[in-house]
């Protein structure tokens, strides 16, 4: 997203994200911890974790923090911490002049709005992830998922996934029946298929 591009406010799509994200990371069990996710990187401990590094920086961005100096990982999995840091988010960024003010972030200088439809496309996506490997339902916020699917396809595009600095994978082709947040995974690079469960497909 670039500077002289303004996207649509993100914040109420970053509420009902984060609300999601909050009720999955509630419900995970330590017997989990260890299970893989569908982001080769990451167990569910540590996708946990980053989820949370991801609202800290959500967090700080309005404050005037770098977060490029910012951990990518927190230090551990923390759902009542995850919620905490989001409502203070919720807080920070409810200035509007926040959305069109310019800030330094990983992939450039973008406006405000360019950088919070940044952090809700990341929570969705590993959202997405945690909600597969653990389980649980991975289609809770639809509306949501088709707003991001959109700015997504607008501002990641697909030919720029050759890039070695876009931290993107080449876009998987949806499978039929595949619900916006997993058509959002799937933008991302996600090979989604072997982690929807057959009687739902």
């Known amino acids: 997203m670039n500077a002289q591009t ?5 914040r109420p799509v970053f509420a009902a994200a984060t609300t999601w994200v909050t009720e999955l990371l509630s419900a ?6 260890a299970a893989p996710t569908p982001c080769d990187d990451f167990d569910v401990r540590t996708l946990g974790a ?8 959500a967090a700080a961005l309005p404050a005037g923090v770098d977060v490029r100096s910012m951990p990518f990982i927190a230090d551990r ?5 995850y919620a905490a840091v989001v409502a203070r988010a919720l807080e920070l960024w409810s200035d509007d002049a926040t ?10 200088e973008v406006p405000g709005a360019g950088a919070l439809w940044g952090y809700v496309n990341e929570s969705l996506v590993h959202g997405w992830d945690l909600a597969v490997a653990t389980g649980q339902p991975s289609e809770a916020v639809p509306k949501a998922a088709a707003a991001t699917l959109a700015i997504a396809r607008q501002f990641i595009p697909a030919e720029i996934r050759e890039d070695p600095n876009v931290p993107f994978g080449v876009v998987v082709e949806p499978r039929a029946g595949a619900g916006p947040t997993e058509t959002l995974a799937n933008w991302s690079g996600r090979r989604s298929a072997a982690w929807i469960p057959a009687a739902t497909r």
Not at 6 to 10: E, G, V
Not at 28 to 33: K, L, S
Not at 50 to 57: G, I, K
């Open 77 to 81: 999995f923390d759902a009542q911490e």
């Open 6 to 10: 303004t996207p649509p406010d993100p």
């Open 99 to 108: 959305l069109t003010a310019p800030v330094q972030v990983p992939w450039g």
């Open 28 to 33: 995970v069990t330590a017997d989990q911890f």
């Open 50 to 57: 980053h989820l949370l590094a991801t609202a800290q920086r």
